[in-house]
T-cell receptor, first 112, second 114 residues
């Protein structure tokens, strides 16, 4: 099936560092969701974005809906060991479709 | 957000057998979905479970292999039929609440086929 491109694919960072990841596509989306998946668990919804340019925070996490509506960004500030996991973006295409397309995932590893 | 439970949480099955996975939500939801996540991969939509009618399958997935039921607004089952080792994956139930466009996932069922 169709997937969104996420980058980076994986990253190692030091505890306390800020993290940035993004999701890009050639298609225009009307909703973006960001999830975190821990090993052996289902994805947990972190942030939902509904309009171009929107910037939304959830604790140390901040996500933005790109102005072009073709991309989205997730930032994690002052990372801690429990931030380890896989982060997925999901985009919903314009009106007329109910399905979300999922990104390829960014695997984050934090070095204490 | 909805609270979603899945049973079983994991299973090890023999080739050629079938397994039925249950998904229960604590509140009524508009849409229920079944996803597959192969090791180290992203999520792939198998089908949308429709209440009272046949599920809507994505390309590459067929009803004979993955029969789905949804008898009401809070419950659905996915059966993985005539299993082979290639069916070893995590199977995830996902729901969309009545009052939003967000989507929530259950804890998943980890299936290993020998």
């Amino acid at each position: 099936g169709q997937q969104l491109n996420q980058s980076p694919q994986s990253m190692f960072i030091q505890e306390g560092e800020d993290v940035s990841m993004n999701c890009t596509s050639s298609s225009i989306f009307n909703t973006w969701l960001w999830y975190k998946q821990d090993p052996g668990e289902g994805p947990v919804l972190l942030i939902a974005l509904y309009k171009a340019g929107e910037l939304t925070s959830n604790g140390r996490l901040t996500a933005q809906f790109g102005i072009t509506r073709k991309d989205s960004f997730l930032n994690i500030s002052a990372s801690i060991p429990s931030d380890v996991g896989i982060y997925f973006c999901a985009g919903q295409l314009g009106a007329g479709t109910y399905k979300y397309i999922f990104g390829t995932g960014t695997r984050l590893k934090v070095l204490a | 957000s909805a609270v979603i439970s899945q049973k079983p949480s994991r299973d090890i099955c023999q080739r050629g057998t079938s397994l039925t996975i249950q998904c229960q939500v604590d509140s009524q939801v508009t849409m229920m979905f079944w996803y597959r996540q192969q090791p180290g991969q992203s999520l792939t939509l198998i089908a949308t479970a429709n209440q009272g009618s046949e599920a809507t399958y994505e390309s590459g997935f067929v009803i004979d292999k993955f029969p789905i039921s949804r008898p009401n607004l809070t419950f659905s089952t996915l059966t993985v039929s005539n299993m082979s080792p290639e069916d070893s994956s995590i199977y995830l139930c996902s729901v969309r609440p009545l009052d939003g466009n967000e989507q929530f996932f259950g804890p998943g069922t980890r299936l290993t086929v020998l």
